[in-house]
């Protein structure tokens, strides 16, 4: 079996830092989301559920629960993405990670919870509770799908560092895609 380590993921570099300080920024984040890509040209959605660890600075790990199981994690440029059903594991490198903590810097409040940012052309909503808690974070991706990530149940008590490894069985087909 190959033991890998969640190194970074970008999408944790969003819990590094706080709203102009309006927001307290937990060092770890254990929560259940649902990540909702909706396509207006057809009436479609997919909705994903999982699990996500995030330990700042640099550790973090995705587990898609449903539609099927998959488990993500990813370093500063690259990403393993875990699929059980194909018995597979392919290393990506990322060419496009959006870039959360420059996001967030720049993020406004426009009303109670409420926070909106503008990078790169595109504008992302930010939703916190009433404890200023990160609650869901929303934009329209390149392909002009609306892509909503909730977070719900979260626990910002530390994170055992066995949680965050990510395990390649031997047999796995393993796929490199970095080039």
């Given at each position: 079996?190959?033991?890998?380590?969640?190194?970074?993921?970008?999408?944790?570099?969003?819990?590094?830092?706080?709203?102009?300080?309006?927001?307290?920024?937990?060092?770890?984040?254990?929560?259940?989301?649902?990540?909702?890509?909706?396509?207006?040209?057809?009436?479609?959605?997919?909705?994903?559920?999982?699990?996500v660890?995030?330990?700042?600075?640099?550790?973090?790990?995705?587990?898609?629960?449903?539609?099927?199981k998959?488990?993500?994690?990813?370093?500063?440029?690259?990403?393993?993405?875990?699929?059980?059903?194909?018995?597979?594991?392919?290393?990506?490198?990322?060419?496009?990670?959006?870039?959360?903590?420059?996001?967030?810097?720049?993020?406004?409040?426009?009303?109670?919870?409420?926070?909106?940012?503008?990078?790169?052309?595109v504008?992302?909503?930010?939703?916190?509770?009433?404890?200023?808690?990160?609650?869901?974070?929303?934009?329209?991706?390149?392909?002009?799908?609306?892509?909503?990530?909730?977070?719900?149940?979260?626990?910002?008590?530390?994170?055992?560092?066995?949680?965050?490894?990510?395990?390649?069985?031997?047999?796995?087909?393993?796929?490199?895609?970095?080039y």
């Amino acid at each position: 079996m190959i033991k890998i380590t969640a190194i970074a993921i970008p999408f944790a570099t969003l819990l590094s830092i706080s709203l102009h300080a309006a927001l307290p920024v937990p060092e770890n984040l254990n929560a259940l989301f649902l990540q909702t890509v909706s396509n207006h040209e057809n009436n479609r959605s997919l909705n994903y559920e999982g699990k996500v660890w995030i330990k700042l600075p640099k550790q973090a790990k995705w587990i898609y629960e449903k539609p099927v199981k998959k488990i993500i994690c990813v370093t500063k440029d690259r990403a393993w993405v875990i699929e059980p059903e194909l018995e597979q594991a392919t290393l990506f490198r990322l060419q496009k990670a959006i870039p959360l903590m420059q996001i967030l810097q720049n993020a406004k409040k426009i009303s109670k919870g409420r926070y909106r940012a503008e990078y790169g052309g595109v504008a992302y909503r930010i939703d916190v509770d009433d404890k200023k808690r990160l609650k869901s974070i929303s934009y329209e991706d390149d392909l002009g799908n609306m892509v909503t990530i909730s977070f719900r149940n979260i626990d910002n008590s530390p994170i055992d560092e066995k949680v965050l490894q990510c395990d390649i069985p031997q047999d796995y087909d393993i796929i490199d895609s970095r080039y």
